[in-house]
């Protein structure tokens, strides 16, 4: 029984320097160390307990470490158990509730699509767009986000993902017509996604069948999922 306790202790030790890792992460775009949490994320563990633990994380598969540099950056794996985390710690409703406290004031304006997705595209800092199945009808903004999310990458990784950029943009339509989305939201993590399948994308999509429509956003990997999500969710409800 003891020792079961101090497993269950242990395994609650990581996910809760995962979550911290994460959101380090998020703020930070490199590779987050041990000393880094020590000193700015509020961890009361010594570097060679955090260190431990970012061992057994990356040997689970939820962290992954870069040859030249001493700190881990999460998996596609790690940004799942994540995002299962905030939904039951309840972070998605709050920035839901957030996000439709600030629009009851936009609502009409947020019924013209073109204003909504400008709108979308600039809260989430992603591209933004609706699908119409019915109508077979696409509009779409912020091209600008998925290029500002690889400006800043050295010349070796920025040729690559511009050809999957431009791959991105010439089968756009057809992709977003084939996917099947079976729950809301459906999130789509780094390679995994089939409308840009890269380690510095994700798209969060939300269907609407009783309207018909297809509502979703494409952005950086390290995007605050809870609030946008919870900005997906507001906008659904109105428009």
């Not at 998605?92 to 595209?121: C, H, M, P, Y």
């Not at 050295?154 to 431009?166: C, G, N, W």
Request: aromatic share 12%; hydrophobic share 35%; glycine share 4%.
């Amino acid at each position: 029984m003891r020792r079961q306790k101090e497993i269950n202790k242990r395994k609650n030790r990581h996910h809760w320097i995962l979550e911290k890792l994460i959101q380090a992460y998020i703020e930070e775009g490199r590779p987050i160390a041990s000393r880094f949490l020590v000193m700015h994320c509020k961890v009361n563990f010594s570097p060679a307990t955090i260190r431990n633990d970012f061992q057994k994380l990356t040997e689970e598969g939820y962290l992954y470490k870069f040859h030249f540099s001493s700190g881990r950056v999460p998996t596609d794996k790690a940004w799942e158990f994540f995002l299962q985390a905030r939904e039951k710690e309840g972070a998605i409703e709050n920035w839901e509730r957030k996000w439709l406290n600030k629009i009851k004031s936009k609502a009409r304006v947020l019924q013209d699509g073109e204003k909504t997705l400008s709108f979308l595209a600039e809260q989430s800092q992603s591209f933004s767009f609706c699908y119409f199945p019915q109508k077979d009808r696409l509009i779409r903004c912020g091209w600008k986000y998925i290029l500002l999310s690889v400006s800043s990458e050295s010349e070796k990784i920025i040729l690559p993902e511009l050809q999957k950029i431009a791959d991105f943009i010439e089968h756009f339509e057809q992709r977003i017509k084939e996917i099947e989305i079976k729950r809301n939201p459906l999130i789509l993590l780094g390679r995994y996604n089939p409308i840009l399948p890269s380690e510095r994308f994700s798209a969060i999509l939300w269907r609407k069948p009783k309207r018909d429509k297809i509502l979703g956003i494409i952005g950086n990997k390290r995007m605050p999922y809870d609030k946008n999500i919870g900005l997906l969710r507001a906008i659904a409800r109105i428009y």
